[in-house]
């Protein structure tokens, strides 16, 4: 199984200000055929299922609000929020989409500073 | 709009067998899509479980292929979970998904349902 990790488990940001989430595939999530990174980024509000926010490492889900960028290639992968609003407090997984089982992340818990 | 609800019992036994079933609506299971199936103990991270393509193709977590099975009802439109010998590891909060292909491989679960909680106990 490729072991995702991210990093940290848990982050407190005022509002407007930047957030970084890291995440790390144990083994390279990137395709060479098509030079794409299987990596997807979910953010999870309580009592709701997970959103998709960003596949392809890099690529915003349709209606996802552009303060959500994603980047990173092989192992080694960053979800930025550039101006944090308080809609955003929320748990972020990443999860890969290489080979199956296609594992998550353990979380990283997003709050108000 | 895609539309996914998951149904089952609440309360397992510990060694029974857990069914969920997973209604699709909005959207034909026999669409070129993967489906699948996610849980979540209270308080804890996701798990991806298994998935399945409407030709019966499956593919499941090593962790749980030898207690688990995924199918698809195309009648019903619905996709279905049985994981046997269950334990109290095993309550969580059940979800089925959607996987979204962009035409390039599986890319992500693009639709969720809002899940279902099962808990193993006597």
């Known amino acids: 199984d490729i072991v995702m990790t991210q990093s940290p488990d848990s982050l407190a940001v005022s509002l407007g200000e930047r957030a970084t989430i890291n995440c790390k595939s144990s083994?390279?999530?990137?395709?060479?055929?098509?030079?794409?990174?299987?990596l997807a980024w979910y953010q999870q509000k309580p009592g709701q299922p997970p959103k998709l926010l960003i596949y392809?490492?890099?690529t915003r889900e349709s209606g996802v609000p552009d303060r959500f960028s994603g980047s990173g290639s092989g192992t080694d992968f960053t979800l930025t929020i550039s101006s944090l609003q308080a809609a955003d407090v929320a748990v972020y997984y990443c999860?890969?989409?290489?080979?199956?089982?296609?594992?998550f992340g353990q979380g990283t818990k997003l709050e108000i500073k | 709009q895609v539309i996914l609800q998951e149904s089952g019992p609440g309360l397992v036994t510990p060694s029974g067998t857990l069914s969920l079933t997973c209604a699709v609506s909005?959207?034909?299971?026999?669409?070129?899509?993967?489906w699948t199936w996610v849980r979540q103990p209270p308080g804890q991270g996701l798990e991806w479980i298994g998935e399945?393509?409407?030709?019966?193709?499956?593919n499941y977590s090593p962790s749980l292929k030898s207690r688990v099975t995924i199918s698809v009802d195309k009648s019903n439109n619905q996709l279905s979970l049985k994981l046997n010998s269950v334990t109290a590891a095993d309550t969580a909060v059940y979800y089925c998904?959607?996987?979204?292909?962009?035409?390039?491989?599986?890319?992500?679960?693009?639709?969720w349902g809002q899940g279902t909680l099962v808990i193993v106990s006597s």
């Open positions: 998904g959607r996987e979204v292909d962009m035409g390039d491989g599986t890319v992500g679960i693009d639709c």
């Open positions: 909005g959207d034909s299971i026999t669409t070129p899509h993967w």
């Open positions: 399945i393509y409407h030709s019966g193709t499956t």
């Open positions: 083994l390279s999530v990137l395709y060479n055929s098509n030079n794409k990174n299987y």
């Open positions: 392809w490492a890099s």
């Open positions: 999860q890969q989409y290489y080979s199956p089982p296609y594992t």
